[in-house]
């Protein structure tokens, strides 16, 4: 059973910095792209940030620039760091995969920014 526990978030002023970090087991991780979404109050969940197994990494307009997304294909981890956060920001940001055509999903972690 695939199983992703995520760690990492918090407050932060704006302009601050915060990481977030994922922990997969149960699938052969380096074959399947994973992603970071957000959940912002109201809205939708989508996806902010993606990468590969082979590390091509794909980002929403919005943190180009702001964002990176990495993994660790040994450790099995998938992280994100985000820099230069804003208001918008906020929101609960979810580890994300598909593994054999079904979606699993991380807990869920709290980002909360202050202007």
């Known amino acids: 059973q695939v199983r992703l526990v995520q760690s990492g978030g918090g407050l932060v002023q704006a302009g601050g910095s915060l990481r977030l970090s994922c922990a997969a087991s149960g699938m052969n991780f380096r074959l399947f792209t994973m992603g970071w979404y957000l959940q912002a109050p109201g809205k939708e969940r989508e996806l902010v940030a993606s990468?590969?197994?082979?590390?091509?990494?794909n980002y929403t307009d919005s943190v180009k620039g702001r964002f990176t997304i990495f993994r660790d294909n040994v450790r099995n981890t998938v992280s994100l760091n985000m820099n230069s956060l804003q208001p918008d920001d906020t929101g609960v940001y979810y580890c994300h995969t598909i593994y054999k055509g079904r979606r699993f999903w991380g807990q869920g972690t709290q980002v909360t920014v202050s202007s």
């Open positions: 990468i590969t197994g082979s590390g091509n990494t």
